[in-house]
């Protein structure tokens, strides 16, 4: 049953009249949860009570699968603009952005373009700036686009998801840019010619990663919501003696709160991804697909009104 509504909730996100429906009639049916606002008013306001509380921020303005030049141009305009927000309120937020919001399914030149664009105003502003991964037929083009970036800036990080196969040859593979990685399980429905199927092969190989990626003396971060990794990456961290500067634990805006707020009181750099903007829908539909049990709550929410 919960693979069934996983399934369905996937399939809702890709779905483009749903999607405009949803940007008409703004955030409402519990979606507030998970999204700080419509505008970067609101998010700034958000990120302020989480620097606060001890909480470290990624805002990341929604959006995805832009399939013309002039709204990736828009997008990445309103990354610029929520980085000099971070600069102007002296925020602590790093900047997450997805490469198909950039124009990626338009032309590399235009993703180039607006991500220069967009790094050089991160540099200007101290931001650092997080590629997202998307799903798998984005991920090689996203990691070559990563490479190219990184060459010409070092405040440029990506996301590497543990349920793919190819995973374990990418960590490798990307060691030699030392980079400043994202750990994800992975959010996408993908075949299991690409991925592993099985939940228990997914956690396997994510501590695998984890742990070759901090071995190698990268900084790492580790964006689970799940206890077993994190009690994972603290231990390796002791075992190890990696010192708490060169890894930190990430999740997501809404989810497990005073989680977040117990680990920044251990003494953990604990980053909250803080998406807003009008196109939240595809992004909610990914959170309830990842936890049925939400659904719950957003109908808690609906009827309250
Ligand atoms: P998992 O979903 O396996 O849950 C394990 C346990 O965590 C649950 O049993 C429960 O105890 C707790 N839990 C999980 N969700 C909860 C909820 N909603 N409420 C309460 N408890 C909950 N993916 C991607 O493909 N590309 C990307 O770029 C990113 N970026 C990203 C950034 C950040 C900061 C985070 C936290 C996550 C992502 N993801 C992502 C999403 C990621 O791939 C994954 O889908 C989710 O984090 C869910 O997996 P978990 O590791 O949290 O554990």
């Given amino acids: 049953m919960e693979q069934l509504m996983r399934n369905a909730f996937l399939f809702l996100s890709k779905n483009k009249a749903l999607t405009k429906l949803a940007k008409r009639y703004g955030l409402r049916f519990g979606a507030g949860r998970f999204v700080a606002g419509e505008t970067i008013g609101l998010a700034t306001e958000a990120i302020k009570d989480l ?119 990418d960590i490798d593979d990307l060691n030699r840019y030392k980079p400043n990685l994202r750990l994800v399980k992975g959010a996408y429905k993908e075949p299991e010619t690409v991925a592993f199927p099985n939940k228990a092969d997914v956690d396997e190989n994510f501590k695998k990663i984890i742990k070759t990626h901090m071995l190698n003396g990268n900084y790492t971060a580790v964006a689970s919501h799940d206890e077993a990794i994190i009690e994972y990456t603290k231990n390796l961290a002791k075992e190890y003696n990696i010192p708490r500067t060169q890894f930190e634990f990430q999740m997501l805006y809404g989810i497990r709160p005073e989680r977040q707020l117990e680990l920044a009181k251990e003494g953990y750099t604990m980053r909250v991804y803080v998406p807003y903007g009008n196109d939240w829908y595809g992004y909610f539909m990914r959170r309830l697909a990842e936890r049925p049990a939400n659904v719950a709550f957003v109908l808690k929410g609906i009827f309250k009104k």
């Fill in 51 to 169: 620097n606060k509380k001890g909480l470290v921020v990624t805002i990341d303005y929604l959006g995805e699968f832009v399939d013309n030049e002039r709204e990736a141009n828009q997008m990445a305009d309103e990354s610029i603009e929520a980085i000099r927000a971070i600069g102007r309120e002296g925020l602590n937020s790093q900047l997450s952005l997805k490469m198909t919001s950039m124009g990626l399914d338009i032309s590399e030149n235009l993703v180039m373009n607006n991500m220069r664009r967009i790094l050089n105003a991160a540099k200007e502003n101290g931001v650092f700036v997080t590629i997202d991964m998307e799903d798998y037929t984005r991920c090689e083009k996203t990691i070559e686009i990563f490479k190219l970036l990184r060459e010409e800036y070092d405040n440029v990080g990506t996301v590497i998801q543990a349920y793919l196969y190819r995973t374990e040859k």
